[in-house]
Every structure is written in structure tokens, then in C-alpha cells.
Nanobody
Framework: QVQLVESGGGLVQAGGSLRLSCAAS????????MAWFRQAPGKERDFVAA????????AYADSVKGRFTISRDNAKGMVYLQMNSLKPEDTAVYYC?????????????????WGQGTQVTVSS
């Protein structure tokens, strides 16, 4: 079992940066594949980025590639999403997700554990 708590969201101007954090509890965290998803009002939850258990492999949605970076610190039980060059279309609630069966999966259905989400708002 893994519990996830996101933080770091907020209001930022277009072109700015934010770093989201996801604190994971559970002694098997280091064996879990981790990901970030986002959901804008009235839209489906979409894949943003994923990282494998060791942190050596990552995957990104085309819309964020080159601007966002996912990383993890297994010793601290943390996953991060560094977001640069933010655009108004990045506005959404961002969710951290985990599952011990997957690596770099891009579908919502692949993940069993979710955080409560953190709001990111990018103004133009």
C-alpha cells in the first residue's frame, strides 16, 4: 500500500516555473513505477510524465516534452515534477500516481494509487 500527497501547486505567469512534489509513504515505494497526470475542468485526466522504479527511465507527453522533468528520490520517498516555460494550457489539477506492476505506463487504468491533486494555474 502506498499513500501519496502532492504539493507545490499555485498561480504562476506564463513562462514561469513551478516544482511539484509528491510524498509517498510505504516501505515498498522504491519498487513502484510513478507518474504525473493532470485534469483540466471538463476534460479527462491525461498523462504527463512517468518514471521507472530506479529513476533511470522516463516518459513524457508530447505536450510537455522539453519543458517538464520528472525525477524521484527513493531514499526520501519523493517524486518531483519540474515545470518550466509554463503555458496557460498547462492549467489543471496535477495528480501523482503509483503502481508496483507498471513502468512508464501512460493510462489512468494502469495505476492503483493516487494522490488528492494539487492545482496549477498559469495566467496569460
Amino acid at each position: 500500500q502506498v499513500q501519496l500527497v502532492e504539493s507545490g501547486g499555485g498561480l504562476v505567469q506564463a513562462g514561469g516555473s513551478l516544482r511539484l512534489s509528491c510524498a509517498a509513504s510505504g516501505r515498498t515505494f522504491s519498487s513502484y513505477g510513478m507518474a504525473w497526470f493532470r485534469q483540466a475542468p471538463g476534460k479527462e485526466r491525461d498523462f504527463v510524465a512517468a518514471i521507472n522504479w530506479a529513476g533511470g527511465s522516463t516518459a513524457y507527453a508530447d505536450s510537455v516534452k522539453g519543458r517538464f522533468t520528472i525525477s524521484r528520490d527513493n531514499a526520501k520517498g519523493m517524486v518531483y515534477l519540474q515545470m518550466n516555460s509554463l503555458k496557460p494550457e498547462d492549467t489543471a489539477v496535477y495528480y501523482c500516481a503509483a503502481d508496483h506492476r507498471v513502468s512508464l505506463a501512460r493510462s489512468v487504468a494502469s495505476y492503483d494509487y493516487w494522490g488528492q491533486g494539487t492545482q496549477v494555474t498559469v495566467s496569460s
